[in-house]
């Protein structure tokens, strides 16, 4: 991710297979993390752990607010870097 990040910054356009990975990557970055903690929080609840479930809570809005400025940074990398670059 960082490579096609580094190569958008410079001006250059993304190959197909360049723009697919960028696109796979971003969706990839925190869905897995996410499915994780949600299944933990799930099984501490049942078990009755409220302390366990209360930092869990704690850890997904880290996790949220990261995806959060991960999204905005993929938007200012896309307007700022590709779409100037891109052929019509």
Partial sequence: M???SSAAMMGVELTEESKVLFSIAYQNVE???MRRLESVEK???SKGNLT???MVKAYR???KDELIRLCH???ELI???LLPHTCS
Wanted: charged share 35%; glycine share 4%; no cysteine.
């Fill in 31 to 33: 869905s897995g993390k």
């Fill in 2 to 4: 960082f490579e096609i």
């Fill in 52 to 54: 366990s479930v209360r």
């Fill in 43 to 45: 099984t501490e609840k």
């Fill in 79 to 81: 307007d700022i870097h």
């Fill in 73 to 75: 940074n993929m938007l």
């Fill in 61 to 63: 809005q880290k996790v």
